[in-house]
C-alpha cells in the first residue's frame, strides 16, 4: 500500500520561509517522478513543482519560481519543498503526489497533473500578512 505523508505545514509571517517534507513508503520511490501541488480555501487544485524520477527535469509553476525549491532524496524516500518569501496567497493546503509510472520526467504543468497518480492527505500551510 502506497503512503505518501507530509509534514513540515505551519503558520509564518509573509517574507518567512518553510521546509515542507513528503515521506513515501509503498513504492519504489527512486523510479518515480514526484509532485507538489497546492489547494487554497475556495479555489481549485494547482500545481506547484515537480521533480523527475533522477532529479533532473525540475519545473515549477510561475507563481512559485525563484521563491520555492523542489529536492528529492531517494536514500530516504523523501521529497522537499523549501519555499522562501512567503506570501499570503501561498496560504493552502499541500499535498505531495506520485508518478504511477516509472523512470518519467515531464516540462509541464499539465503533464505532471496527469501523471500523478498517488497522492497525500496534505499539509496545512499559512502565511499571515
Known amino acids: 500500500q502506497v503512503q505518501l505523508e507530509e509534514s513540515g505545514g505551519g503558520l509564518v509571517q509573509a517574507g518567512g520561509s518553510l521546509r515542507l517534507a513528503c515521506a513515501a513508503s509503498g513504492l519504489t520511490f527512486s523510479r518515480n517522478a514526484m509532485g507538489w501541488f497546492r489547494q487554497a480555501p475556495g479555489k481549485k487544485r494547482e500545481f506547484v513543482a515537480g521533480i523527475g524520477w533522477n532529479g533532473a527535469n525540475i519545473y515549477y509553476a510561475d507563481s512559485v519560481k525563484g521563491r520555492f525549491t523542489i529536492s528529492r532524496d531517494n536514500a530516504k524516500n523523501t521529497v522537499f519543498l523549501q519555499m522562501n518569501s512567503l506570501k499570503p496567497e501561498d496560504t493552502a493546503v499541500y499535498s505531495c503526489?506520485?508518478?504511477?509510472?516509472?523512470?518519467?520526467?515531464?516540462?509541464?504543468?499539465?503533464?505532471?497533473?496527469?501523471?500523478?497518480?498517488?497522492w497525500g492527505k496534505g499539509t496545512l500551510v499559512t502565511v499571515s500578512s
Open positions: 503526489a506520485g508518478d504511477g509510472a516509472f523512470w518519467r520526467s515531464y516540462s509541464t504543468t499539465s503533464a505532471y497533473t496527469r501523471a500523478m497518480y498517488y
